[in-house]
């Protein structure tokens, strides 16, 4: 279809990739698209490839996935084909192994990408976080500085830090710390990522001895405006703390390709199960193990659903304390997947996103209006998303509303109206089972790709949702307080169907033995 379309400039551009599936998917697709799409729907298409708007090319023409006809074979290839970024995800190895429930006994990260190989599903890349990082790397506390003027316009600081027994002078631009915060420090020998040495030299007419670091500086974030101070990160560490091993910068991450049928891949959770099967490691289910939590009583939002999903958990949070800071170990987590951290409730929501592969959304319960239904939009309705986009609503469009009206394009992005901020004490926890095919075609048809919506076209665990929620209300609890009050929920799915076929199937199929006990332990 693309090559048709005659954007060939398109795949020259950082798309080569698409270019070869393009090639791949053409003769089975050629007679069964085009006849379908009229030319006019191109036009917007080349006005953007002109004005190189790549992304945006490659949403439009991702309507081509509702053209009536396409079997789900197809719908699935030209999902693929539209987005092949969409089903990447990057994983700590030791988040892998620590779900796993195993101790690694000398298994590389070679071994671990290759394991993947082994089970069909493949590792784009593998790296080790912060392998070039020597230190000394150390916490040091801010002792006393003296703000200097510069002819050149600028203000330094000439700080006395110390690093837990001796005291080093060393002059710093960031003017964001105080007296006596605690800081990370590089003293002389020290190598920074992207082989940054450090070593005492004279700078503004004072001899630097070492350097007070910023999150980019360490490779953990584009932050460049200020030096972190630890006390922001909720840490309070003993002066001359190794502070590689404090924020963790160092870590071994594999990066994998997850293909549109295995949208289980895209949680920890279902990649340490995948890795189980591949390795032979006992594997136990996170998710089976969440305690629900104990509820306090009080007002609860009520949930009801009219179309466009088959379950929906909601848990009210009450008392929870808005400025409480994200634990370091889930802010290199959410780094490492690719996620900025923004404050303990979004994060919380992420992580479990990632830990469990359900999306999550949170919104502050003092802003809703009566109980939450899930329905169809109804024609001209509005919504302003996170993104501050004000989208006009399709009555195809699944919508997640209370009596006001929407107030989340439903597995997708949240409303503004609705968002939590930084004065929100009532937090209510949504998990929902959404309908794959409905929030794939509408992410597409509001060129609105998320997180959320990559992993619902790809269809979510549907019986994962009350312990995913539950999950999330005990980690707000344990690190921002508050009081649970209680649950609400909505169903209406239809019975899962029991399977069954002979012992020997798989026998029989691929020519050689396999036991009963290796069937049952696979499945």
């Known amino acids: 279809l693309i090559c048709d379309a ?33 030319t006019d729907a191109f036009r917007p298409v080349h006005m953007m490839i002109a004005e190189q708007r790549w992304r945006e090319a490659l949403l439009t023409l991702s309507v081509a996935y509702d053209v009536p006809g396409l079997s789900r074979g197809q719908r699935e290839q030209l999902l693929e084909l539209l987005d092949p970024l969409a089903g990447k995800v990057i994983y700590s190895s030791e988040h892998l192994v620590e779900s796993a429930h195993v101790v690694r006994r000398g298994e590389t990260l070679q071994d671990i990408a290759d394991a993947y190989v082994r089970i069909g599903i493949e590792p784009e890349t593998t790296e080790v976080i912060g392998a070039d990082l020597v230190g000394p790397i150390v ?23 110390d690093v837990g027994g001796t005291v080093h002078g060393i002059v710093c631009g960031a003017r ?113 193990q969440v305690p629900e939590p104990t509820a306090a009583g009080g007002p609860v939002t009520g949930v009801s659903i009219a179309h466009g999903a088959d379950h ?42 990632y830990e469990l592969g359900q999306p999550l959304h949170a919104f502050d319960r003092t802003k809703l209006n009566g109980d939450i239904v899930v329905r169809f939009a109804k024609s001209g309705e509005t919504l302003e998303t996170l993104d501050h986009v004000k989208r006009t609503l399709r009555d195809t ?37 959404f309908d794959a095919r409905l929030i794939g075609r509408q992410s597409r048809s509001h060129q609105l790709i998320s997180e959320a919506s990559k992993r619902f076209e790809r269809d979510v665990d549907a019986d994962i949702q009350i312990a995913a929620s539950a999950r999330a209300i005990n980690l707000l609890m344990e690190f921002g307080g508050g009081v649970y009050n209680g649950v609400a929920r909505d169903e209406c799915r239809k019975p899962i ?9 798989a026998t029989k199929l691929v020519g050689y033995e396999i036991g009963v006990d290796a069937v049952t332990a696979s499945l």
């Open 312 to 353: 929906i958990v909601l848990r009210t949070l009450v008392g929870f304390d808005p400025h409480a800071v994200t634990p370091m170990w889930m802010r290199r987590r959410l780094q490492m997947a690719g996620t900025r951290a923004i404050s303990l409730a979004v994060d919380i929501t992420n992580y479990v996103m």
């Open 6 to 38: 005659g954007i060939g400039p398109l795949l020259r551009r950082g798309h080569d990739e698409l270019g070869t599936r393009a090639g791949a998917l053409r003769p089975a697709l050629h007679d069964r698209f085009l006849p379908s799409i009229e």
């Open 176 to 288: 964001n710390f105080f007296v006596n915060d605690k800081v990370v420090v590089s003293l002389p020998g020290a190598v920074l990522p992207g082989g940054f040495a450090i070593a005492a030299r004279k700078t503004y007419e004072h001899t630097s001895d070492g350097m007070i670091c910023s999150a980019k500086e360490l490779a953990m974030g584009d932050d460049h405006s200020g030096i972190i101070r630890l006390e922001e990160l909720g840490l309070d560490p003993d002066l001359g703390t190794d502070a590689i091993e404090l924020l963790q910068l160092r870590d071994e991450v594999v990066e994998l390709n997850v293909l549109p049928d295995s949208g289980y891949v895209m949680s920890i959770r279902g990649a340490a199960r995948e890795l189980s099967h591949a390795t032979g490691w006992q594997f136990h289910d996170r998710a089976m």
């Open 497 to 505: 169907p029991t399977i069954a076929f002979p012992a020997d199937a």
């Open 397 to 433: 469009d699944v919508l997640i509303a209370d009596a006001r009206g929407p107030i989340a394009l439903a597995g997708t992005m949240g409303g503004l109206d609705t968002e939590i901020d930084d004065d929100s004490t009532e937090i209510v926890i949504e998990a929902a089972h």
């Open 139 to 161: 916490v040091g506390k801010v002792l006393e500085f003296v703000e200097e003027p510069q002819s050149n316009g600028k203000t330094i600081r000439w700080c006395q830090v």
